[in-house]
């Protein structure tokens, strides 16, 4: 499985952003889905994991009720949609696969694949 993520970008505190990452090969369905981010001189932490039929989603509580992850497993793409930005926010942003995973996906470790990363800068 190859990952691709996309649309990161500079955006103003307040202000909204949606992540793509686009997953190769057939099996996308049996993958639980998550994004991680890291912060400059900080280690890797997670945001939000969706199950096989994106049913479920488990979310760190940093970005609860302001981010949303969803999945199109026709698309084999997952998404990250962020509102209400804030500085703290700003890193890089990765998706990533774990064949057969279950939530609430939130160690690193246990994921398969991983995307190249996204850049998002939330100015003050």
């Known amino acids: 499985v190859q990952l691709q993520a996309s649309g990161g970008g500079l955006v103003q505190a307040g202000g909204s952003l949606r992540l793509s990452c686009a997953a190769s090969?057939?099996?996308?369905?049996?993958?639980?889905m998550g994004w991680f981010r890291q912060a400059p001189g900080k280690d890797r932490e997670f945001v939000a994991a969706?199950?096989?039929?994106?049913?479920?989603?488990y979310y760190a509580d940093s970005v609860k009720g302001r981010f949303t992850i969803s999945r199109d497993n026709a698309k084999n793409t997952v998404y990250l949609q962020m509102n209400s930005l804030k500085p703290e926010d700003t890193a890089v942003y990765y998706c990533?696969?774990?064949?057969?995973?279950?939530?609430?996906?939130?160690?690193?470790?246990?994921?398969?694949?991983w995307g190249q990363g996204t850049q998002v800068t939330v100015s003050s």
């Open positions: 969706i199950s096989w039929s994106g049913g479920s989603r």
């Open positions: 090969g057939r099996t996308f369905s049996s993958y639980l």
């Open positions: 990533a696969a774990d064949f057969g995973g279950r939530l609430p996906g939130i160690v690193s470790d246990e994921y398969d694949y």
